[in-house]
């Protein structure tokens, strides 16, 4: 027994019961619908953590001018400069990776619907959601196993606008890194890592695409409205 099998099959429950109820409405679109549906409710689940991510990004920018000055002071010594780091997010009781909380959180969940859409049958059962699409697009088929039937047949451009919505996401979180991102390599990862989601969403299920895309989007609302609210400083 895989340990993704019960919530696969309760997220299968899930996706399925959603689909079937706004089946009437949404129509074609349902079970893709579904999915986004599926994505905000975990989203909504980890707000407790993106509270405290906004509250730790806001301790960190705090902290950036101690930390560039300590990296100018030993920047001949890294042994030096990585302790000294560590005690000073030690003494103000964060850490570097605290704003990185939801992303770990949510990669379960993601591993959960790339299963989902993976699978021929769920607590063995034929999975029917294989049996949606979007626009033409299989929902449990990646892109480069349809680059074969044309680059722009019908399924392949519902992929190219996943992508272009995906990279538009991506610039923002990569700007938007930049202006809180320390020195060094983890700054420059911090703002080369948003692109990676673009090249991870050619090779796992549309529907895992769709995941990345409505979690991306909500995460940039939601840090638009943490920063204002709780990362922004007072006056």
């Known amino acids: 027994m895989s340990l993704f099998d019960v919530p696969v099959s309760l997220a299968y429950a899930l996706v399925k019961g959603l689909a079937d109820g706004i089946g009437p409405v949404a129509g074609p679109v349902a079970a893709a619908t579904a999915i986004i549906l599926f994505t905000l409710l975990v989203r909504l689940a980890m707000l407790p953590l993106a509270v405290s991510a906004a509250r730790g990004e806001r301790a960190r920018a705090r902290l950036l001018p101690r930390v560039q000055a300590l990296q100018r002071k030993h920047a001949r010594n890294p042994e030096r ?72 047949a019908p399924p392949s451009l519902v992929f190219l606008g996943l992508f272009a919505l995906l990279m538009a996401l991506a610039v923002w979180s990569s700007r ?24 991870f969403a050619a090779f ?21 409205v943490l920063h204002r609210r709780i990362v922004a400083p007072a006056g």
Do not use: D
């Open 81 to 152: 400069l990585k302790r000294e780091t560590a005690a000073l997010y030690e003494a103000e009781g964060t850490t570097p990776l605290t704003g990185c909380l939801p992303m770990f959180a949510q990669w379960p969940a993601f591993m959960v619907m790339y299963r989902l859409f993976r699978s021929a049958t769920v607590a063995g059962h034929q999975n029917l959601l294989l049996a949606h699409t979007l626009l033409g697009a299989p929902l449990g088929q990646n892109w480069i196993g349809l680059v074969g039937g044309g680059l722009l």
């Open 176 to 199: 938007r890194a930049a202006r809180t991102a320390p020195a060094g390599a983890a700054g420059v990862l911090a703002r080369v890592a948003p692109f990676g989601t673009v090249v």
């Open 204 to 224: 796992v299920p549309l529907a895992a695409g769709l995941y990345l895309l409505a979690s991306g989007t909500w995460t940039a609302v939601e840090r638009a």
